[in-house]
């Protein structure tokens, strides 16, 4: 291989083992850039004439300082590649994901590769638009309905590497614009809805539970945070004298706040994120991406009489999309009203000492959730109703591991060690000597020891994989064709086989990059080469073909691999 492409395949190794890493780290993302967008802009499309003035007022108001970055339109639906400015609705999308606190999130918007991302998602959407998403048909009977039904899962399994590619594409850029993509949210869960502990909770019981100080960071818990915080900063506006300044500054920081919060009401709404907050990092993963692929089916906090069905990451449906829209519209109205003194069922405290500026609160750093008491002044119980008038549509969170969990799937992703072993058979046309050229038959058995690492979602749907290092015991039996034109051709077994029987110990250490799987096997002078590399893992398995000969070809049969799970 020239240098060149060593060294571009190099690069796409490190960039592939990072995104790795990411998406196996306990804090994943939910929505993808372009569907967080798309949600916010069908929420702030929804707002009545009334709440539309005032957000636009106080949009004009944080626009200033920075209206070069900042678009004039809070949501443009028009909006393609190559955006020249960030609107509000493209907040949501950055925060979390590209930006770890409110702060933070002003400090994004200014950099000078937040347009990047913002042209790559814009692109992602096009090329996401182009495949269908779809759901694994049912089985049904008969024999055309067996043919049709082996078609449209031929075409649903297209459609999803399709998927997968043009996604995992879209990390690999981002992770060049964005240093920090990879590692930002891996040291906690919040973007996950927190498992229930038990069925005796209700939607304001359990947003308590989810923020109160020490629990594990969670999607419920940072909107909480951040929606309050966006709340009352809000309340100022509505209920004190204000310069034109402190104005100013007291918008943006709401509108920062109110965006950073939406990010993680939205989470709330894809399927791998309801059911895919706990277990092993395998477990995490693979039951993550199967319910993002599968759908779910979940009930919400307003009652058990209606259910709904959810999809997940790059999988987003109109309907999800509307389902969603439908929580942020109601969660910035409660902002807008406080901000512009509308009146509600309920009254939003009004909190003079919130500062002037976004929240700092930093959801990368922390695990778990701080004591909140002093910055909540007269106590959570006074928020009771806002909070729960937002999460009462939102879904209800399976069980945490127990009697009544949902049922869990796992990935290819982590450190694994176990047993591989093989059974395989050559036929071959000859032997050592040129006058050998009768057929024959060459059984063999494999049995290794391997170390290694799963990289699903690595690269793409062709470059996922196994890297591993691997010791074993390699034998073959005696050719079945015998010596030619000897005395002893009457004689059978490995006395006279053309090849003879032979053993020996071999190694392998095999990587996957640019679309290939390099192995490099040694082995000592009486060992055949090894059966063709199986990666398996968690009773599945993935075979790559043999190598092909002139003078041979094989069939192999390997067993599931032993040990202990990536």
């Known amino acids: 291989m020239p240098k060149v492409e060593k060294g571009r395949c190099a690069r796409w190794l490190h960039i592939g083992i990072a995104a790795a890493a990411w998406v196996s780290a306990t804090g994943a993302s939910a929505w993808i850039y372009p569907e967080h967008r798309d949600i916010a ?162 939607a304001f019981k359990y947003s308590v539970l989810a923020g109160r100080s020490g629990s594990v960071l969670n999607a419920v818990g940072v909107y909480g945070w951040y929606h309050l915080s966006a709340l009352q900063k809000a309340s100022r506006l509505a209920h004190e004298q204000l310069s034109a300044d402190e104005r100013r500054a007291l918008a943006r920081a709401a509108l920062i706040d109110e965006a950073f919060a939406l990010h993680f009401l939205e989470d709330m709404y894809a399927s791998g994120h309801v059911a895919g907050s706990w277990g092993d990092v395998s477990q995490r993963k693979g039951t993550h991406d199967h319910y993002n692929q599968n759908g779910l089916e979940v009930f919400t906090w307003r009652g058990r009489d209606r259910t709904i069905v959810l999809m997940g990451d790059a999988h987003m449906r109109p309907e999800d999309a509307a389902l969603a829209a439908d929580a942020v519209r109601l969660s910035l109205a409660q902002v807008l009203d406080a901000a512009g003194g509308r009146a509600r069922n309920y009254e939003v405290p009004h909190t003079p000492t919130a500062p002037a500026r976004a929240e700092d609160f930093d959801i990368c750093k922390a695990a778990t959730f701080p004591d909140r008491e002093d910055r909540l002044g007269t106590g959570l119980a006074l928020y009771r109703v806002p909070l729960q008038e937002v999460l009462l549509a939102t879904p209800v969170p399976g069980l945490g591991p127990g009697l009544g969990s949902q049922p869990r799937a796992r990935s290819e992703l982590g450190m694994f060690m176990g047993l591989a072993a093989s059974i395989d058979g050559r036929s071959i046309s000859g032997g050592f000597e040129a006058s050998q050229n009768s057929y024959g038959f060459v059984p063999g058995l494999d049995v290794a020891f391997r170390v290694g690492s799963g990289l699903e979602g690595a690269l793409g749907d062709a470059s996922d994989g196994l890297a591993f290092a691997q010791l074993g015991f390699r034998a073959d039996g005696a050719s079945t064709n015998q010596f030619s034109q000897t005395g002893l051709g009457t004689l059978e077994g490995s006395l006279t086989a053309a090849i003879p029987a032979r053993s020996g ?62």
Request: proline share 6%.
């Open 41 to 202: 802009v069908l929420a702030l499309q929804g707002l009545d004439a009334e709440r539309r003035a005032v957000f636009d007022r106080l949009w004009h108001d944080a626009r200033v300082g920075d209206e070069t970055r900042l678009c004039v339109s809070g949501a443009d639906p028009q909006q393609g590649v190559t955006p020249s400015c960030i609107d509000w609705a493209a907040l949501p999308a950055i925060a979390g994901d590209h930006a770890c606190s409110g702060t933070n999130l002003i400090e994004t918007v200014r950099s000078d590769w937040i347009l990047v991302i913002a042209d790559i998602a814009a692109q992602l959407k096009e090329d996401l638009a182009r495949i269908p998403v779809t759901a694994t048909p049912e089985q049904s009977g008969g024999i055309a309905a067996t043919i049709g039904d082996a078609q449209r899962r031929l075409a649903d399994q297209t459609s999803r590497a399709k998927r997968v590619n043009a996604l995992r594409t879209a990390d690999t850029r981002m992770q060049r614009a964005d240093a920090q993509y990879a590692t930002r949210a891996d040291s906690n869960l919040a973007h996950f809805l927190l498992p229930r502990p038990d069925t005796d909770l209700d």
């Open 505 to 566: 110990l071999s190694a392998r250490a095999t990587s996957c990059s640019c679309r290939r799987c390099t192995s490099r096997t040694r082995r000592s002078t009486r060992s055949w080469p090894l059966p063709p590399p199986t990666a398996v893992c968690w009773g599945g398995s993935r075979a790559t073909p043999p190598p092909s000969a002139a003078s041979s070809s094989s069939w192999a049969a390997s067993s599931g691999s032993l040990g202990t799970g990536c």
